[in-house]
Nanobody, 123 residues
């Protein structure tokens, strides 16, 4: 059983930055993909970014391209999401996720979820 624990959320002004962390309780299998989803009030959970644990290859949703960066630290079993140039529309609960298949298929293929961390961007 993999437990994912997020940290780093909070309140920030528009244009500011935050870094989210997601620590896994066990070593992540090299075949897994890690990622971040977010869910704003009244909206569906959407994919933000993913990273293949073995290769480090990444994917970004269009709304965050050029502003967010996903990375991993294999030794610490930790995934990060660096968020720059934050906008009010980035306000959401951010969830760390792990899956054996591509997370591009959406929340239904996620095997493990973190508890979520709130990110609020004030304009």
């Amino acid at each position: 059983q993999v437990q994912l624990v997020e940290s780093g959320g909070g309140l920030v002004q528009a244009g500011g930055s935050l870094r989210l962390s997601c620590a896994a309780s066990v070593r992540i299998f090299s075949s897994y993909t890690m990622g971040w989803f977010r869910q704003a009030p009244g909206k569906e959970r959407e994919l933000v970014a993913t990273i293949r644990w073995h290769s480090g290859s990444t994917y970004y949703a269009d709304p965050v391209k050029g502003r967010f960066t996903i990375s991993r630290d294999n030794a610490k079993n930790t995934v990060y999401l660096q968020m720059n140039s934050l906008r009010s529309e980035d306000t959401a609960v951010y969830y760390c996720a792990a899956g054996r298949t591509s997370l591009l298929f959406g929340p239904r293929v996620v095997d493990y979820w973190g508890q979520g961390t709130q990110v609020t961007v004030s304009s």
